[in-house]
């Protein structure tokens, strides 16, 4: 008896028990523990300051709710990780990134312990470099990232409780019979995917089949991501906008500026499950360089190509498709169409002077 009041913490937060409907209290680390505000690391000068983030109203949600956040970011170095430090920092969150690696799990354990998050989000992955044909001959490195590490990270993260929002991929569908290029007929969050061109699309079909029995993940399918910075190489729009010839297909993009800010408002709700994280609708390649064109560059000019003809130059082939965004939308009605997204948040205020 006595060990067991000396040592009171061998219990855990039993607090929650004693709510009328507990949810993830009991674990160490749950959702509902507040920490204090401290911030050791600061994220990467890499990113631009240029992005234009806008945050969304909390539905909810208390206004003294932000002190009792705490983020652990994974994906420090890359794009989406980077923009979310910056964004944490606009909005008064306290965060720290992750130091461990996603396939350690000893590593995970001690990041949480040493961090006490109240969310961890999942930006780190292999997308290859200079593009996803790098994955055709790194097969291992791209499973052990997007397979082993991320089912590494939302086992410990259900382990100690915690929610886990986890930056996906769109890239899994193709259009067919069922949805037709142009019909404005979008994949679903149901759907079964459909793409398996390349591997590492493969492999992110692969782990959100089996992500999707942790009942603390809320994964979202990126898909083509554009910002308001085109200096950044990863822009979709600073890359065709970069390439001798481009084919000419609608497809579902992620304005981060708009977007982005949202996902962590989905932290603070606690939604889980699969969202396609993609402004409504679709545009094509040659409505965005019109748009570069009339926008930023009047001389602008560019070259299309058939897919036959891009097969020749590519190892691996593209994903083309449209996502339904219905349930994001109904979840934030304020999201803005993919055309009226790219006018506000990229090309107004990228616009140049006459």
């Not at 009991?26 to 300051?49: Q, W």
């Not at 965005?288 to 009339?294: G, T």
Request: aromatic content about 10%; overall charge neutral.
């Amino acid at each position: 008896m006595d060990w067991y009041i000396n040592n009171p913490d061998w219990w855990g937060d039993v607090s929650g028990a004693l709510l009328p409907h507990p949810r993830m209290l009991m674990m160490p680390g749950g959702l509902e523990r507040h920490f204090d505000g401290s911030d050791e690391e600061k994220p990467s000068t890499y990113v631009s300051t240029n992005t234009r983030m806008v945050v969304p109203s909390s539905k909810n949600v208390g206004s003294s709710q932000k002190h009792n956040l705490k983020f652990l970011i994974y994906g420090r170095t890359g794009w989406i990780g980077g923009l979310l430090g910056k964004l944490c920092e606009k909005q008064g969150i306290p965060y720290e990134y992750g130091k461990g690696r996603l396939e350690d799990r000893s590593s995970l354990v001690a990041d949480i312990q040493n961090v006490k998050p109240t969310h961890i989000f999942n930006a780190a992955g292999v997308t290859g470099r200079p593009n996803v044909d790098w994955c055709e001959s790194h097969k291992t490195e791209t499973i052990r990232a997007n397979v082993a590490g991320t089912l590494t990270l939302a086992d410990v993260s259900r382990e100690h409780g915690l929610l886990m929002i986890n930056y996906a991929t769109g890239c899994i569908f193709e259009y067919d019979e069922a949805h037709p290029e142009g019909s404005g007929i979008g994949f679903k969050e149901e759907d079964k995917p459909n793409f398996i061109g390349s591997f590492y699309s493969k492999t992110k079909a692969m782990v959100e089949e089996l992500l999707k029995e942790y009942d603390n993940v809320c994964t979202l399918r990126v898909r083509m991501p554009i910002s308001s910075d085109l200096s950044n190489p990863r822009n979709f729009i600073t890359k065709i906008s970069r390439y001798n010839k481009v084919v000419n297909i609608p497809n579902s993009m992620t304005i981060l500026d708009e977007l982005l800010p949202i996902s962590i408002e989905m932290a603070k709700r606690n939604l889980r499950g699969i969202y396609n994280f993609t402004n409504p609708g679709a545009v094509s390649h040659n409505e965005i360089l019109e748009m570069y064109r009339d926008y930023i560059d009047p001389n602008f000019k560019w070259v299309n190509f058939t897919l036959e003809e891009q097969a020749k130059v590519i190892v691996a082939p593209r994903s083309n498709n449209e996502m339904d965004a219905s349930k994001l939308k109904k979840e934030f009605p304020e999201i803005l169409s993919i055309k009226e997204s790219l006018i506000k948040y990229v090309f107004e205020p990228n616009k140049k002077s006459a």
